[in-house]
């Protein structure tokens, strides 16, 4: 069974437009959540994580993302993207029962920033 | 500065070949995990490793196999290759203990099977 789930292949923004990256999760229990960025010929590089507490999440390069757990979401956002931030980006979640921390990405989502 | 390597970076093989992929970090983690990236699949886990001498199958793990005689290395064999094979091979590592510990990643192998 999918675990996270990230609904659209492609995001298009323009440059200085808010950037939203969507993700839901089907995981039971609290879930541990993370967002990678990988930019070309690169392997993925870490940007934020939600374990507890609030549900608002700041990370690099100023992302954030808001866990919301009636709506088991935990959408990416930036208030103004930049052209440099077209990437792929990926959710993931930790397996659930994993006593260390295996994880289940999701598909991947391509950002592209129109300049 | 600590880091995760692999090499090589691109490698071009034929059909029934044995292939190894290299996995080097200088973290000094006890996880290590091999994932492959193929389009419409994002990530998919095919080995892991919580420390030496400890290795476990992933979702993706039949055609592979995976050793570790040390903390340091996690090579990825593909004991025959096969052009489905074809693919992005990142290799990762996290410390040990926290479930929350978040994983680094290499920069990936790119192997093509012909």
């Known amino acids: 069974a999918q675990s996270v789930a990230q609904p659209e292949d492609q995001v298009n923004v323009a440059e200085g437009n808010p950037l939203t990256v969507k993700c839901t999760y089907s995981?039971?229990?609290?879930?541990?959540l993370f967002w990678y960025v990988q930019y070309p010929n690169r392997g993925l590089q870490f940007l934020l994580k939600?374990?507890?507490?609030?549900?608002l999440v700041k990370g690099s390069y100023g992302f954030e993302a808001e866990f919301n757990k009636s709506q088991t979401s935990f959408h990416l956002k930036k208030p103004s993207a930049l052209v440099s931030d077209s990437a792929l980006y990926f959710c993931a979640v930790r397996v659930p029962g994993d006593g260390n921390n295996r994880l289940a990405f999701g598909k991947g989502n391509q950002v592209v920033v129109i300049p | 500065d600590a880091e995760i390597t692999q090499s090589p970076r691109h490698k071009i093989t034929e059909t029934g070949r044995q292939v190894t992929l290299a996995c080097h970090q200088t973290?000094?983690?006890?996880?290590m995990f091999w994932y492959r990236q193929d389009l419409g699949h994002g990530l998919r886990l095919i080995h892991y490793?919580?420390?030496?001498?400890?290795?476990n199958k992933g979702e993706v793990s039949d055609g592979y196999s995976v050793s570790r005689s040390n903390t340091e290395d996690l090579p990825l064999t593909l004991e025959s290759a096969a052009s489905s094979q074809t693919s992005v091979y990142f290799c990762?590592?996290?410390?040990?203990?926290?479930?929350?510990?978040?994983?680094?990643f290499g920069p990936g192998t790119r192997l093509t099977v012909l």
């Open positions: 490793s919580y420390g030496v001498q400890d290795t």
């Open positions: 990762a590592s996290s410390d040990l203990g926290e479930p929350s510990n978040e994983q680094f």
């Open positions: 973290w000094n983690h006890n996880n």
């Open positions: 939600y374990i507890t507490g609030d549900n």
């Open positions: 995981v039971s229990g609290n879930p541990y």
